[in-house]
């Protein structure tokens, strides 16, 4: 279980326990604050054995991060105990129908409800019935819930629920051992072969098996399908971080993203499982795009592409505010979410809005055993492998090729694009993820980051700019600065410049240019020419040979030239790096950044 946690550590947390059935059994629970090291600890100082035991790193929603409040949360006097990802939004209400019935709270947590609820019904109603009791719990809970429950009175069975979007629950069939977990890292060192559970269902587990049912307690039959990753993709290997060892894997991951989509006789695009046929494409009137954080980005550089290539056009919105702005939809539009987990709350919140408005829904999705790639009409999974750092990288590269194919898709079925246009593109694609790999490999062999960290890492404060299709590289620039090195960043669009920000250009605050040579270089010139002018550092993302960039900036981070729309995959790159080495340099935590998890299932 703390091995299972380990793999977890990268969703964020600030304290952790477990709960074992000890041989004698008894239940046993040790939880502590802090990082998973501070648990190990206590586990090595009273050690304990058992065969069922289940396990939680929390992120603190309610009460602050303390032993108390860490889970499991037991009820009856040891008889069972609970974890649980999610909220439960009628908490106050539960605890005090739950007081009036002489239960005693020991934590400020909503998870503890969930535990004396289970135990109410065990005792009453359930008959000893472990399943019925969590059952007839979950019914009691408003707000999504995935839990765990273990009980002295069945001491060969777990019990695991889930209602609404709380997350992943997966369940892995071991060798003579059943796991569960709310992500694959947890279970791909111990099995390929994966369960999920859907809203609303439950899976009880024992050591040979598990059997599923409805929260109706109706029974369902589910497969078990394969997990196509490598075991060691989870693993670091020789890098010192997740976040490091994902930026240097871009040129294999968008060779992933590539292969078996491009039919290069015939010069089209291949996205089977999208389940949009051209003539459905042709009765497309508009395309929403949804999605949080990095992914929103992403689909600010897929507006560009889809309106350039299929002339179509595409409205782009946080998933946050979608999903509360009695959005209008309709059946002639097409929402599409961009999530790297799957598994965001805000982004399955407005699929089902706009499926709720008869919209079709589509994702662009990284782990396609997630709830987004479940209730999609259709998907483009990523390909981009497992992403571990907090920080997201690769996924964010794997996305907007995978909205390139996606434009070139869309074009290709309203012949909205012409064979020279679509063929040099296609061409720059296949020749992209080798650029990426010598890039990368460029970056990897000097120092040049390393030092660029030195000499900028002590700033408080940095303004990136970039225009057109490179504006939406500056806001994520600009993100990667800020959530691992904690330095203030802002990204703006190079045109506004002018309407405000420039105020803030002082020797104090270095500005970062993405200005590769394209049909707006020369505005950008002007734009470094105004910065240096007030005595601010330039730092340009440019291209390797550009003389002029070379002269005027005070660095460059240098970048190989290819198609402009393809830009963005590469500019973003030296940008991935420079956050991650300021971040070292200032001695941050580079894979769990504080107040930061990696799948955001808690709104
Ligand atoms: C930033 C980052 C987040 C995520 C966002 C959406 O580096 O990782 O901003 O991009 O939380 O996550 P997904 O793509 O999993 O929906």
């Excluded at 060192?189 to 598990?210: C, F, K, S």
């Excluded at 589910?222 to 670091?236: P, T």
């Excluded at 089209?268 to 009137?285: K, Y």
């Excluded at 996924?395 to 909205?416: E, H």
């Amino acid at each position: 279980v703390l091995d299972g946690l380990r793999h977890l550590e990268y969703r964020g947390y600030d304290s952790a326990g477990l709960a074992v059935l000890d041989r004698a059994g008894e239940l046993q629970v040790r939880r502590e604050v802090g990082k998973l090291a501070n648990l190990s600890r206590l586990v090595d100082e009273a050690p304990v054995e058992g065969q069922i035991a289940i396990g939680h790193t929390r992120w603190a929603t309610h009460g602050p991060p303390t032993q108390f409040n860490a889970h499991p949360h037991v009820s009856g006097g040891g008889l069972l105990a609970v974890v649980q990802n999610g909220i439960v939004e009628n908490y106050h209400a539960l605890r005090e129908r739950l007081i009036g019935e002489g239960y005693v709270f020991t934590s400020d947590t909503d998870t503890e409800v969930i535990a004396h609820l289970v135990h109410l019904y065990y005792q009453n109603g359930s008959h000893g019935d472990l399943v019925d009791a969590t059952r007839r719990a979950l019914g009691d809970l408003r707000g999504p819930s995935a839990v765990v429950v273990v009980c002295r009175d069945h001491p060969d069975k777990l019990v695991a629920a889930r209602l609404g979007n709380a997350g992943g629950v997966a369940v892995g069939y071991g060798e003579g051992e059943m796991l569960i977990a709310s992500d694959i890292p947890a279970l791909a060192p111990h099995t390929r072969r994966i369960a999920y559970l859907d809203d609303r269902q439950m899976a009880v587990l024992t050591a040979n098996g598990a059997d599923y049912f409805t929260l109706d307690g109706e029974p369902l039959v589910k497969d078990a399908s394969r997990l196509e990753w490598d075991a060691d993709a989870v693993d670091r290997g020789e890098f010192h971080h997740f976040m490091q060892k994902e930026i240097f894997e871009q040129g294999r991951s968008l060779t992933d993203t590539l292969r078996g989509r491009l039919d290069f006789v015939g010069g089209q695009v291949r996205l089977d499982s999208l389940n949009l046929s051209a003539e459905q494409v042709r009765t497309l009137e508009k395309i929403t795009i949804v999605a949080c954080g990095t992914s929103y980005f992403a689909g600010l550089v897929g507006k560009f592409l889809v309106e350039r290539l299929a002339r179509l056009p595409v409205e782009v919105d946080y998933a946050s505010e979608f999903r509360y702005r009695q959005p209008i939809v309709n059946p002639q539009q097409l929402v599409l979410a961009i999530t790297q987990s799957g598994e965001t709350v805000d982004t399955l919140a407005a699929l089902e809005e706009a499926r709720r408005r008869g919209a079709r829904t589509a994702a662009i999705v990284n782990a396609t055993g997630s709830q987004a790639a479940r209730v999609c009409d259709g998907i483009i999974a990523m390909q981009a492998g497992p992403e571990i750092g907090v920080a997201s990288t690769k996924a964010f590269t794997a996305s907007v090729v995978d909205l390139c194919l996606f434009a070139l898709y869309m074009a290709q079925a309203r012949g909205a694009v012409d064979e020279t246009a679509r063929r040099e593109l296609l061409d720059a694609l296949v020749r992209l993820p080798g650029q990426v790999g010598e890039l990368l490999a460029e970056a990897r062999q000097g120092d040049h980051y390393a030092r660029l960290a030195a000499r900028f890492g002590e700033f408080s404060n940095f303004l990136y700019l970039g225009r057109g299709i490179h504006y939406p590289i500056a806001l994520e620039g600009a993100l990667k600065l800020k959530e691992i090195s904690y330095i203030h960043a802002e990204g703006y669009p190079a045109g506004e410049m002018k309407h405000g920000p420039i105020a803030l250009i002082d020797g104090q605050t270095p500005t970062l240019v993405i200005a590769p040579r394209d049909s707006i270089y020369e505005k950008m010139v002007s734009q470094v020419e105004q910065v240096r002018a007030r005595g601010g550092a330039v730092l340009a993302v440019a291209h390797a040979e550009d003389a002029q960039m070379r002269q005027l900036a005070d660095a460059i981070l240098p970048i190989p030239v290819t198609h402009e729309l393809l830009t963005p995959v590469l500019s973003v790159i030296p940008l991935q790096i420079l956050a991650y080495e300021v971040a070292l340099h200032r001695g941050a935590d580079v894979d769990q950044p504080r107040n930061l998890a990696k799948s955001v299932t808690v709104e």
